[in-house]
């Protein structure tokens, strides 16, 4: 993938302002939490960067929450593009710590290593975002399958900033649907 690392110390402030508008910009955790008790925030925003794709349809946060977090995003019905994009980066960055030395933290009993205790074991998660514009209307149609698929619904309230990037236009709302 071509694009562009920029340092989160030495980020210039538009791309960074431009990155949080698109919500691919490494935020810094919050206080009180379990990542800046255990010393995970310490001196940040030092040895920490971000990667993104040219087309922004790729991104790569390391040093954040977790050594290194993939981002894939595809419009459209396209899973298994966005799939086989994130093996090709997965496997290019492994292939790059190993011509270092290094390889990801793996336990055979414990499964991949971070620095978050919930994360254990985790080397893949996905979510998958749809737009349901009449589920606003009835949401008891989609609780309903929520609930079956032991999924959990959640209502995410959007930014002025979120809503602007659209060009104003789109719902102050929407629903996300986790496993």
């Known amino acids: 993938e071509a694009g562009e690392y920029w ?3 030495e980020l210039e402030p538009d791309v960074e302002s431009e990155l949080e508008t698109e919500d691919l910009m490494l935020c810094k955790p919050k206080k009180n939490t379990l990542h800046v008790a255990s010393g995970a925030a310490r001196d940040w ?4 960067g971000v990667f993104f794709s ?9 040093n954040g929450l977790d050594h290194a977090t993939i981002v894939v995003l595809e419009r459209g019905w396209q899973a298994g593009a966005a799939l086989q994009r994130f093996l ?8 790059g710590l190993r011509r270092q030395g ?5 336990d055979k009993g414990l499964g991949f290593l971070g620095t978050s ?24 149609p989609l609780k309903k399958v929520c609930e079956r698929e032991a999924l959990r619904l959640e209502r995410k309230k959007r930014s002025d900033e979120e809503q602007q990037a659209e060009g104003g236009e789109g719902e102050d ?4 649907v986790e496993s």
């Open 117 to 140: 205790p919930e994360r254990l074991g985790l080397a893949f998660r996905a979510s998958v975002t749809v737009a349901l514009p009449t589920a606003k209307k009835d949401t008891a």
């Open 173 to 176: 709302e929407e629903w996300r």
């Open 7 to 9: 340092e989160l110390s």
């Open 102 to 106: 290094m390889r990801f933290s793996v």
């Open 88 to 95: 090709r980066l997965y496997r290019a960055l492994e292939a």
């Open 54 to 62: 040219e087309d922004k349809g790729c991104v790569l946060w390391c």
């Open 45 to 48: 925003p030092d040895q920490r």
